[in-house]
């Protein structure tokens, strides 16, 4: 019996090690026929956010039942993921890549959901496989529809045209950016930034779909992983670190300066509780969609505890925080709905979805489950464990109360 064990174990460490990219997805009918975005019947298309999934082919179960949760809710036109959609350090073999991108892209490709993506800092971050090589995985999926234009820096800079509802003619687009990983391009340090001949690409195509639409820029959003560095344009600069600090605010330290959020911008969705990160110098992304185009906004993930919407000369700058368990994060984590509307595509509507709106924290046993599924922040391996055993003895008795109820 051992040795027919340890023979079973061998072949699967083997077939994880060894599994061609597609064998796990060989044979599988495509559920996503049509790859063309358009506005529904009533006008309206809906996209929801889901950043930093940031996990590994050891899948979190939370994760997985808040991601099926948010699709059953929203049933969402397009789903977008927000760059670090898989763990540094943690796909080690182009199988292990494969397993570990099934355990998300499954979800989406049997429902049939589109999805579109960027990658973050983390995704080829000591993983066996560079962002190239991993388009190649998404694209393996029918309900993918990500693009990249390859002669670009970085890979995954793309947009999408989402469609009238009436007639081919490109109502809206999205706009997607591969705003890299470490800095490349000076001695500044730091996170990377958007490169200029992306900038210059959006540019060129911003042009071109405004010409082609009678000379009226049409409507757009931008996605990308890190947030912009002109955020700490927007927020509020003090002198009183100590004393904001004191009345319970976050304080955020850039580049030798001092932030808070500021409070005309808060509302009951806005969370700031991790100092933003974007990289420590700007090559004009911001200004660029903002002075050549129609962006609304410009999307980002990264910073894990974060969620708000903060405007900048016109444009939203929207910050999202983590949609998983596979990473640092608290009671804040969720994904971000977003709702344009064909009749008025000078707004748009967004909201989030918490996880606290689907799992009572209130529970022990989801508590539970929730610390020993979770990474990062203030949990350690100790608090997991435990958080296991709890987990264990509460769904245990919540068992036998529901046995001893159906008896008496």
Same mark, same amino acid.
């Given at each position: 019996m051992k040795k027919t064990t340890a023979i079973l174990l061998s072949t699967v460490i083997m077939l994880?090690?060894?599994?061609?990219?597609?064998?796990i997805f060989f044979g599988k009918e495509p559920t996503v026929t049509d790859k063309t975005l358009r506005f529904s019947k009533d006008g309206k298309f809906t996209v929801l956010q889901i950043s930093d999934i940031q996990d590994c082919l050891l899948f979190r179960d939370m994760t997985k039942q808040f991601i099926i949760h948010l699709l059953d809710t929203v049933k969402p036109d397009l789903v977008v993921l927000t760059g670090d959609n898989i763990g540094p350090n943690t796909c080690f073999t182009k199988g292990m890549t494969k397993l570990t991108f099934d355990c998300f892209m499954n979800i989406f490709e049997e429902r049939g959901v589109k999805v579109a993506?960027?990658?973050?800092? %983390?995704?080829?971050?000591?993983?066996s496989l560079n962002k190239d090589e991993q388009l190649e995985l998404y694209n393996m999926y029918s309900c993918y529809i990500g693009g990249d234009v390859a002669e670009l820096s970085g890979a995954g800079t793309y947009r999408l045209p989402v469609l009238a509802?009436?007639?081919?003619?490109?109502?809206?687009?999205?706009w997607f950016f591969d705003s890299g990983a470490d800095n490349d391009e000076n001695d500044l340090g730091g996170y990377g930034c958007v490169h200029k001949d992306q900038i210059d690409w959006?540019?060129?195509?911003?042009?071109?779909? #405004?010409?082609?639409?009678?000379?009226?820029?049409? =409507?757009?959003?931008?996605?990308? %992983?890190?947030? !912009? =560095?002109?955020?700490?344009?927007? *927020?509020?600069?003090?002198?009183?670190?100590?004393?904001?600090?004191?009345?319970?605010?976050?304080?955020?330290?850039?580049?030798?300066?001092?932030? !808070?959020?500021?409070?005309?911008?808060?509302?009951?969705?806005? %969370?700031?509780?991790?100092?933003?990160?974007? =990289?420590f110098y700007s090559n004009g992304q911001a200004?660029?969609? !903002?002075? #050549?185009?129609?962006?609304?906004?410009?999307?980002?993930?990264h910073d894990h505890k974060n969620s708000f919407v903060i405007p900048y000369r016109g444009m939203d700058i929207i910050q999202s925080p983590t949609s998983s368990f596979g990473s640092y994060g608290d009671f804040n984590r969720g994904a971000r709905v977003f709702t344009f509307d064909e009749s008025n *595509?000078?707004?748009?509507? #967004?909201?989030?979805?918490?996880?606290?709106?689907?799992?009572?924290?209130?529970? =022990?046993?989801?508590?539970?489950?929730?610390?020993?599924?979770?990474?990062?922040?203030?949990? %350690?391996?100790?608090?997991?464990?435990?958080?296991? *055993?709890?987990?264990?003895?509460?769904?245990?008795?919540?068992? !036998?109360?529901?046995? #001893?109820?159906? *008896?008496?």
């Open positions: 994880t090690f060894m599994l061609p990219a597609g064998a993506s960027v990658f973050g800092n %983390h995704d080829a971050d000591r993983n509802s009436d007639s081919d003619k490109t109502a809206f687009n999205l959006y540019i060129n195509e911003e042009k071109a779909l #405004t010409e082609a639409n009678g000379g009226v820029p049409v =409507p757009s959003m931008a996605f990308q %992983h890190i947030i !912009v =560095p002109e955020v700490y344009d927007v *927020l509020e600069k003090t002198d009183k670190p100590e004393e904001e600090a004191a009345n319970g605010k976050l304080v955020a330290e850039y580049k030798g300066n001092f932030y !808070v959020f500021p409070e005309k911008y808060v509302d009951e969705e806005t %969370h700031f509780s991790e100092t933003p990160c974007p =990289p200004d660029a969609l !903002v002075d #050549t185009g129609k962006v609304l906004g410009i999307v980002s993930g *595509l000078s707004d748009y509507e #967004t909201d989030m979805i918490f996880m606290t709106e689907f799992f009572d924290m209130d529970d =022990p046993a989801v508590y539970n489950r929730f610390v020993y599924n979770s990474e990062g922040g203030n949990i %350690h391996i100790g608090e997991m464990l435990l958080a296991m *055993l709890k987990f264990a003895f509460y769904k245990l008795l919540q068992e !036998v109360q529901l046995i #001893t109820g159906k *008896l008496s």
